[in-house]
């Protein structure tokens, strides 16, 4: 499948691979739009999905290499949250099967986002989750700011999302964020043995209990999306952005200015 995205399907569950290994599986607008149409494939032929990521690590989040747009007065950023992005959450959270998120190694800013949106979260002891928005003159978006804050509470979203403090797989598991801790040799019959109960199970029962979870909050996260373009959008035009993605494409600590 173009847009760096493998598929899979096995006795009735669908596995879906971000494999771009060589940026970490760094997101793109294209595998974006890629993904969504693997979720759609997988919702109508499988009774559960599996996502996780190919090479070292889980998501690197949005690929910001060179051929990314450059923030600046002209750019808009929060346009890729609205046309690719936002949808690929929304469509995450629509899905009446179950979704497990598989992860390892470094989760960071959408990435973390995609981890969270599983039902099911199972993740390798060397996994670790990174938020790094700020340092980027940015705002946290594609939902991160609701799902840590939802998942943490506001304190411990804030040592993300303020002071780019990592949270560790076990941090996680203690702190009741993922599912299951499991060690990196044990991570795959951990989920294929989930996966395959969650496939013999009551598919309708399992849709209904996702819907009745997101309807105790719903409106939220789609509040939080919006607001999140918006933010984007202002900040991508700001002179710490600009300087935020310059120092990260240059691999140096940026200079900000607070302006």
Not at 43 to 52: M, N, S, T
Not at 56 to 74: E, I, K, Y
Not at 142 to 164: C, D, E, H, V, Y
Not at 185 to 201: F, H, K, N, S, W
Request: aromatic residues 4%; charged residues 20%.
């Amino acid at each position: 499948m173009p847009g760096h995205i493998h598929a899979d399907l096995t006795n009735d569950v669908a596995t879906l691979v971000l494999d771009d290994p060589a940026t970490l599986n760094g997101m793109t607008p294209a595998m974006a739009q890629a993904l969504i149409e693997a979720l759609d494939h997988a919702e109508e032929q499988a009774r559960v999905i599996v996502l996780r990521g190919a090479g070292r690590g889980f998501c690197s989040g949005a690929n910001l290499g060179d051929d990314a747009a450059t923030p600046g007065q002209d750019v808009d950023g929060g346009d890729v949250l609205e046309r690719h992005y936002n949808p690929l959450i929304r469509r995450i959270r629509a899905l009446r099967i179950p979704l497990v998120t598989q992860v390892h190694g470094p989760v960071v800013g959408l990435g973390v986002s995609l981890a969270l949106m599983g039902d099911v979260i199972v993740a390798s002891t060397d996994a670790y989750f990174l938020a790094p928005f700020a340092k980027l003159g940015l705002a946290p978006d594609s939902g991160a700011s609701f799902l840590l804050t939802r998942t943490l509470g506001r304190a411990g979203a804030m040592n993300m999302l303020l002071l780019g403090q990592r949270l560790s797989a076990a941090e996680a598991a203690e702190k009741g964020v993922i599912n299951r801790l499991m060690e990196p040799d044990q991570l795959q019959a951990a989920v294929d043995e989930i996966a395959r109960t969650l496939a013999a199970g009551p598919t309708l029962a399992f849709a209904a209990a996702k819907r009745l979870s997101w309807a105790a909050v719903e409106g939220a996260l789609d509040e939080d999306l919006d607001l999140q373009r918006r933010i984007q959008g202002e900040l991508s035009r700001s002179c710490d952005c600009v300087e935020g993605i310059a120092a990260f494409r240059e691999r140096r600590a940026p200079r900000f200015l607070g302006r």
